[in-house]
């Protein structure tokens, strides 16, 4: 089960740290987001090292579907309502600015860069898509309605983003790794002031940014209460249609569409991490329905970490630790997610002023709706009786009979069946004996 990326390049290698070093500026987590930043400050003459627990995009990065743009769903006129104009323009031109980094970074890159026009599609009501475009003109920026979409079913309209793009991330990756100061194999165990602790090792650094995906200390940020994980899966089909550019669905549980050369990646069976979900079976009928003709080439699964309003958590960890930095909570959008948060914290941990900041402050307010949502959540698992724990906070962990693994309903953990750990914000693998049982 692993995706198309991965059966093409090999990216280089690092040994892990043995013995104590320093640095300006520690970056933890040697994925999309961690390795821009490390790429950014390495470049603009800043002493970074990075230190990855595995190894470089060996988690959500290879699994991610690859799409840079600036279309986050229907979430204009969401981040209007909830945060105003001047906010939500902000969000808008940060993305967007991430989008032409990557296409000034790309040009010199054989990463298989191609300029798509992005759509969100609703199948009900056309009002959503209305307001949507409404949103997008009080904000300055030019989306277009569109109805007639080459997808296998009809459409109430939908918004077009001109211009956005798509990518082969791991090329990307492999071409801008080296260079850096990177050390594989090397999981933090704690970060305490300046020092990040690890197994045969430290690191002391001046700065020290925090991208792991899910930030995996809990003393600080209260990011266990403020994010969740939620799973989706992918198929690549062969002999299916050409597109002409990317498309996801209004609505959460919808399936999205984008091309890779003769390959067809459809997208869905989304659900929370340790729930039940259609999964691969979903899109397996989707396709047998729609592109009776298709041969299916692989499959993969990928795991988001939502935010409670939509917008990333980018800046300081947390009020009280000046020196540590976060980028955390990119939703669906990881791409984009990963490269505003590379300019952003370049520029935060050098003392320079970013203007996008302001947008995705991590300390802003948790009263939101989806915040009772994860209470709940975490309640009912803390009151479910099983031997069967997470080790980040206790949780009753769900048996995922779709991808064979033992998963965090609290907060995204996942562990294989002898125990290992795949997913964070636990830091260290199970030591129960699991066994196998069905989906609670």
């Not at 640095?23 to 002493?47: E, N, P, S």
């Not at 001109?162 to 990177?182: D, M, S, T």
């Not at 206790?394 to 002898?418: I, M, T, Y």
């Amino acid at each position: 089960m692993h995706s198309i990326w991965t059966e093409q390049v090999t990216l280089p290698q690092f040994e892990p740290l043995r013995g104590d070093a320093r640095a300006d500026v520690l970056v933890i987590g040697g994925g999309m987001a961690g390795l821009l930043c490390a790429r950014l400050l390495t470049d603009a003459g800043v002493d970074c090292a990075l230190a990855e627990a595995d190894t470089l995009c060996g988690g959500v990065t290879q699994n991610t579907t690859a799409k840079i743009t600036a279309q986050h769903g229907l979430i204009y006129d969401k981040l209007i309502r909830e945060f105003g104009e001047e906010q939500a323009k902000r969000y808008l031109n940060a993305n967007l600015a991430a989008l032409e980094r990557y296409r000034q970074m790309c040009s010199d890159i054989d990463c298989d860069f191609e300029t798509r026009d992005a759509y969100v599609y609703a199948r009900g009501e056309r009002k959503k898509i209305d307001d949507e475009l409404r949103a997008l003109d009080a904000l300055g920026f030019h989306a277009a309605f569109a109805q007639e979409l080459p997808l296998p079913f009809p459409v109430a309209g939908a918004v077009r983003f001109a211009e956005q793009a798509q990518f082969h991330p791991l090329k990307f990756a492999a071409a801008i790794a080296p260079g850096l100061r990177v050390y594989e194999h090397t999981p933090v165990r704690t970060v305490a002031g300046g020092t990040a602790e690890m197994e045969h090792g430290r690191i002391t650094a001046e700065r020290i940014i925090t991208a792991t995906h899910f930030p995996i200390w809990n003393r600080h940020g209260a990011y266990f209460l403020k994010l969740y994980q939620h799973r989706s899966y992918v198929i690549a089909l062969e002999n299916a249609p050409d597109v002409h550019g990317m498309y996801v669905d209004e609505a959460e549980k919808g399936m999205s569409f984008r091309n890779y050369r003769d390959l067809l990646l459809l997208g869905g069976g989304d659900h929370r991490t340790g729930k039940r979900g259609g999964g691969w079976k979903e899109l397996q009928d989707f396709a047998g329905k729609h592109y009776p003709d298709a041969k299916l080439h692989c499959q993969w699964a990928t795991q988001d970490c939502m935010s409670l309003d939509g917008a990333p958590y980018i800046g300081p960890y947390s009020k009280r630790t000046p020196q540590l930095f976060v980028a955390a909570g990119f939703n669906k959008w990881g791409m984009t997610g990963a490269m505003v948060s590379a300019m952003i914290l370049s520029d935060l941990v050098t003392g320079r002023e970013n203007e996008f900041a302001p947008a995705f402050v991590p300390s802003r307010t948790i009263w939101r709706p989806q915040l009772a949502v994860n209470a709940a959540e975490t309640l009912l698992n803390f009151l479910t009786p099983t031997t069967r724990r997470c080790p980040h906070l206790g949780c009753a962990l769900k048996w995922n009979s779709q991808e064979h693994s033992w998963d965090c309903p609290c907060h995204g953990s996942r562990f294989a069946v002898d125990g290992a750990l795949l997913e964070n914000p636990a830091t260290g693998d199970w030591h129960g004996a699991p066994g196998k049982e069905q989906d609670a």
